[in-house]
């Protein structure tokens, strides 16, 4: 400590002996000097810099990084080229090495300076200095902080070495348009990493961190390359390069445009998994909320997750060759909406498509299309709680619910309409139904009535297995929509059900019954590599085997030959179900492969001329010439991304069931029925 003293003593004796008669300006640099030297200790802790953290997908591809105000990736000096640290010491600092934190003869003239303009007008600042000043201190020009500066830096190069200091700064400095240190640097500018910049690119650099914002060659190309030329000029004066050496890179281009090595996290699968770290404590980063937005803005976490890239490319493919239209992820339809006074308005309105996708053995979300596009529909339809009435969609959920309860696919029961039903205390009373193009029907077994989706036949199979039981059964697959069994309709989709959790009870029904929750992240490391979190499969019974392989056989045959036939996958078993809500304000498959279980869903999302237009709330009259069902686009959308994903694939079936029991005829409780009309 000795040694620091007496070069303070040294810097003020000096600037004393050029301003003897100046006392009144001197105060400001003795008065702090006894706090500053004596508070050494505590100021020089070192915050760890704040880093960006960075997504990755379940290959390991880069897939966005999260940052707040300073992008950053910090590098160890050994990465960095000597292009670009001798460049900048070159210029910032040509005696870092020499002397001991401050530069006695750089200080002497800065204060020369500053005590005659009566403040701070040089700088004069060593590299070490330059890190007190980002790491520690403030940006604040005044003779006390440039003092407390001093003496930090001082003390600072007792305690690290100068390779520390330098890498620390590299780490640190700013170089405009966002970028926090070199590598950082060297992406939003080059698109490379710090390790590929040559001497050009080094001396525009060490140009920026004089003044970033007015240096910066994108929106200053004239002035940044007088700067760089300056750079280059002392790079010469020092002995780093000859003149005929830098004259090539003096004629190098200079960026024109920000580049982005890392994408933007602006898709849905992304604000998912951001949304779950910064909700949810269980990820290890942080018990509060300030905590884990810490971690995630700043910590250097290193996400890894369940994306499948190619899987979502191909799902965004299919869909956008199916729907009509020019704007990817959108159609456009005519559409009749309600309005307050009750009466009904025909618009030209704007539809729109998710695609969601789960590995079945895992819940792992493979893919996540949730609306037109994130960047500018934020509203994520896959996973909105409000939900989108399912249709029949949601029939297998009475059928399961059947099996659960000693039915089996054999068993027969009239699916002849129009049906009317007692509803007391319900609305309408009597309730009345009627099948998909006003068909009559008339009996089949369970099977087949599945595969021409009767409307009668599942109302009718509601009543004999119990709305209380297909309410239960619902909810051990982990449907959240508030089930009412009072309601008849139910087995026909009215509620409003949510895709991912529509998708996840399927592949429950795939996966032999084993229901495994929806997750995006595997795993999540901090900036040193240490785990903080990694998924451990947690699958749970939902329904029993036997039930879980009768319904795929049922749900293949509606694929082979029932009302999801476009959903077909050559060479592999598929199997389904279409659901069309009333009015075809939404259509949906919902479906499954032995591999992965996925949910399609379409419907109204936009109105260009009102902004208070709710979603899925408009009739979808004409989308390219038809009225949709869920045995159309959803389908054929469903058909297309499946084949693409599973082309070439081994092939794979379910499990067959257990021998059953001979069918027998199913009626509803007496009383239950009004009657039967039609034929």
């Not at 003149?243 to 090595?261: D, F, K, N, S």
């Not at 849905?268 to 884990?292: A, H, N, S």
Request: aromatic share 8%; hydrophobic share 40%.
């Amino acid at each position: 400590m000795a040694k620091t003293l007496f070069k303070l003593l040294v810097v003020l004796t000096a600037t004393i002996a050029f301003s003897f008669g100046c006392a009144v300006a001197l105060g400001p640099v003795l008065a702090p000097l006894g706090d500053a030297a004596s508070s050494t200790e505590e100021a020089l802790f070192l915050n760890p810099l704040n880093e960006r953290s960075l997504m990755f997908d379940r290959f390991g591809g880069l897939m966005t990084a999260f940052y707040a105000e300073e992008n950053r990736a910090p590098v160890p000096l050994e990465q960095i080229p000597e292009t670009v640290t001798d460049a900048i010491i070159a210029v910032e600092d040509e005696n870092f090495y020499q002397h001991d934190g401050v530069n006695l003869r750089a200080t002497i003239r800065a204060l020369f300076e500053n005590v005659s303009a009566g403040g701070i007008e040089q700088g004069g600042s060593t590299i070490t200095q330059q890190v007190v000043k980002n790491s520690i201190l403030t940006n604040e020009r005044s003779l006390e902080r440039k003092t407390r500066e001093a003496v930090l830096a001082l003390r600072l190069e007792e305690l690290l070495t100068k390779d520390q200091i330098l890498e620390r700064y590299l780490n640190t400095a700013y170089f405009g348009s966002g970028a926090y240190g070199v590598q950082a640097a060297a992406e939003t500018y080059w698109g490379v990493n710090v390790e590929q910049l040559d001497w050009s690119q080094g001396a525009m650099l060490a140009a920026l961190i004089r003044n970033p914002n007015g240096y910066n060659p994108i929106t200053d190309a004239e002035l940044a390359g007088e700067r760089r030329d300056l750079a280059l000029d002392r790079v010469v004066e020092v002995g780093h390069l000859t003149e005929a050496e830098a004259a090539p890179h003096r004629v190098q281009p200079l960026p024109t445009a920000i580049l982005r090595t890392t994408p933007p996290p602006n898709t849905y699968f992304i604000e998912q998994v951001k949304l779950r770290l910064l909700r949810d404590p269980r990820f290890g980063i942080g018990m509060t909320p300030e905590e884990r937005y810490e971690a995630v803005f700043y910590g250097g976490l290193r996400i890894y997750t369940t994306f499948d890239h190619g899987m979502q490319v191909a799902a965004e493919v299919a869909r956008d060759q199916v729907l009509p239209g020019d704007v990817a992820g959108e159609f456009p339809f005519l559409g009749r909406v309600r309005l307050p006074d009750g009466a009904q308005d025909t618009r030209d309105l704007i539809g729109s498509s998710v695609v969601v996708t789960l590995d079945n053995a895992t819940g792992a979300v493979r893919t996540h299309v949730g609306g037109p596009g994130f960047d500018s529909y934020e509203f994520d339809i896959a996973t909105a709680p409000e939900g989108r009435q399912a249709g029949s969609a949601f029939k297998p959920f009475v059928l399961a619910a059947a099996f659960e309860a000693g039915l089996v696919p054999d068993d027969s029961i009239s699916g002849r309409g129009i049906c009317r039903f007692n509803n007391p205390g319900g609305v309408p009373d009597p309730y009345e139904v009627e099948n998909f193009d006003g068909r009559g029907g008339g009996s089949g077994t369970l099977a087949s009535q599945t595969r021409v989706s009767s409307n009668c036949a599942y109302v009718r199979l509601g009543q004999v297995v119990g709305l209380d039981n297909v309410v239960e059964l619902a909810e051990r697959l982990h449907i959240t929509t508030p089930l009412e069994a009072a309601n008849m309709s139910m087995p026909l989709g009215a509620p409003e059900m949510v895709p991912m959790e529509m998708v996840a009870a399927y592949a429950a029904l795939a996966n032999d019954g084993i229901y495994n929750a929806p997750y995006y992240i595997e795993r999540v490391d901090d900036a040193a590599g240490n785990v903080l979190y990694q998924h451990t499969p947690a699958g749970e019974r939902a329904v029993t085997t036997q039930t879980a392989r009768m319904m795929t056989e049922v749900l293949v045959s509606n694929v082979q030959s029932g009302t999801g036939t476009r959903a077909q996958v050559e060479g592999q078993q598929a199997g389904g179900k279409t659901g069309t809500a009333q009015n075809s304000a939404d259509a949906w498959f919902v479906g499954f492969t032995p591999q992965f279980s996925t949910a399609v869903w379409m419907g109204g999302v936009r109105d260009p001329n009102d902004p208070a237009f709710v979603p899925g709330q408009a009739a979808m009259i004409d989308v390219g010439g038809i009225t949709p069902t869920g045995g159309s686009y959803p389908a054929r959308i469903w058909g297309g991304y499946m084949n693409a994903v599973l082309a070439g694939a081994e092939p794979a079936v379910f499990p067959e069931p257990g021998p059953t029991r001979a069918g027998r005829s199913l009626t509803p409780p007496r009383g239950v029925e009004v009657e039967v009309r039609g034929g």
